[in-house]
């Protein structure tokens, strides 16, 4: 009787971007284990870091046809007034971002970057968050102050 040789299972793509992102994560010096996020749903992984005055979420996808490599940068909530001049800056400031955009989820405003996760490496996972991250020290500060909007990691009053 021939023994047979056990296939290792191949690794998901999101398995192997895994450790694409966790070797960015220590280049940077993080612990990739204490970072992640737990308890994410089936097809997604995700990281959170902080970047200056950013709190960045890190996340890849798999929906079956595609993965991609998100980035989130939440930099405050929705102004209680003025909502109309407030997404006209918005798009007003979209138009002048490069590699990123300013996204809005239930009442809070992000700035999100995505991107296929074929041929991703460490340095363009730095570059995306370098990219995101100096936006969103640029940004929160001044909608906040000409909106009156409460910054992401402020306390709600």
């Known amino acids: 009787m021939k023994k047979g040789r056990s296939k290792k299972p191949s690794l998901t793509a999101l398995e192997a971007y895994s450790s694409v992102i966790e070797a960015f994560l220590q280049q940077v010096g993080l612990d990739p ?7 994410m749903e089936n097809g997604t992984a995700g990281w959170r870091i902080r970047r200056g005055s950013a ?3 890190i996340y890849l996808e798999d929906s079956g046809d595609s993965h991609a490599l998100r980035i989130v940068s939440p930099i405050l909530y929705l102004p ?6 407030f997404y006209r800056r918005c798009l007003e400031i979209n138009d002048g971002l490069r590699d990123c955009a300013l996204a809005v989820r239930d009442d809070q405003i992000l700035l999100v970057s995505d991107r296929p996760l074929e041929g991703l490496t460490p340095e363009e996972i730095m570059q995306n968050i370098d990219i995101l991250s100096m936006a969103a020290d640029n940004l929160d500060d001044q ?3 000409e909106f009156g909007a409460r910054l992401y990691n402020e306390p709600a009053p």
């Open 143 to 145: 909608l906040a102050k």
């Open 33 to 39: 284990k204490e970072v992640r996020l737990e308890d």
């Open 55 to 57: 709190t960045i979420f």
């Open 80 to 85: 209680p007034a003025n909502l109309l001049p």
